[in-house]
């Protein structure tokens, strides 16, 4: 008979899947799934990890978040990957089963303590239980939520709770997984991307900006408050981007999908994402969506997106010069699209062109 979660159970899945959605600047997606997991079913750690196939010498590799971090677990990483065939959990995460699995739905602990990946790696590290859930589905590698205890084994009741988060998570990470391919894919100049190019911010170890563009500090003013003068970045982006860490002790293929973080304005939203290198270092890539009111004119004057760009900051009553800083141009290039946009829009002067944007923004 399945578990039915009692009122208050679910009163708290509720909340935990409500805080999945929401934007926190100190917290990325992973660290809210395992703070949710932890609060949701009691255990001594939830582990964040990603297996990767490797070769003859290293078959897998593991790249893993951990909440609480274990110092401990860590150590013993090495042994947990040599006896990792023996895990009666290892064939099923290969197999990526939809439901939450825990060991003991496979094999009695006795026989389970008996092996060496217990008694190698759980015991050292002080675990006798463990549920995974299969998040994604990927072709090259297994990303897998485990849950570890210590006492007693996992009840009906955390198998429940799990059942219904997993989904979120996976719809979750998935996205987050997707949108970033489609960031680090359309970089160019036709992109098209939000409506704007990317801007790229390289930043050293210690947080302070090793490049950056003239739009893109633009755009940190824009929308982070206080003084951005493009030689360190603004404190709530520096405190968000001291979370982005984890484990880089090699220069393999990265644990986490790209962070990232969603500031909104008046005028629009900036999206900013992490990543991280192995020596410390990260890249931030910008991209800004506007709050777009002029565009069915846009669209029914055939602009480019060029042009939806100028017209866009035109209704917003900036000057030639502000525009051409904003997107990036030339001052001479900003008077060319808004002749350009004068001639679709079939109007005379800046004035006409600008009460069309305001009558759709108001109506």
Sequence with gaps: METRLKQKDLAAV??????LQVF????????????ITGDLV???MVTYGKWLKGDN???????????PASEQFRNHVPALLAHIHEHPLFEPMLQQVDRPLKISDLVAPRKFFRTGVYNEFYRRVGIQHQMICVLPKLPDARVVLMLNRRGSDFSERDRRVLSVLVPHFRQAHNHAWAQASIRHRQQGPESGFAGSEPELIEVGADLKVCQISARAISWLQNYFPGDCNGAALPETLARWMRCQSWDQTSDEEHLLPPQTMLVKNQIGRLEVTCRSHPDGSADLLLVETLHDHTASIAR??????????VYHWMCEGKTYPETAIILG?????????VERIFRKLGVENRLQAERLGWKIKLS
Excluded: I, Y
């Design 329 to 337: 141009m030339k001052p001479r290039t900003v008077h060319k699209h």
């Design 42 to 44: 009691p255990c001594e």
């Design 57 to 67: 010498d290293r078959p897998w590799r593991f790249r893993f978040l951990q909440r």
């Design 24 to 35: 926190d600047a100190g917290t990325n997606l992973v660290q809210r799934m395992l703070k």
């Design 14 to 19: 509720v909340a935990g899947l409500r805080e």
């Design 300 to 309: 029914g004057a055939s602009l480019t997106r060029r042009e939806r760009e």
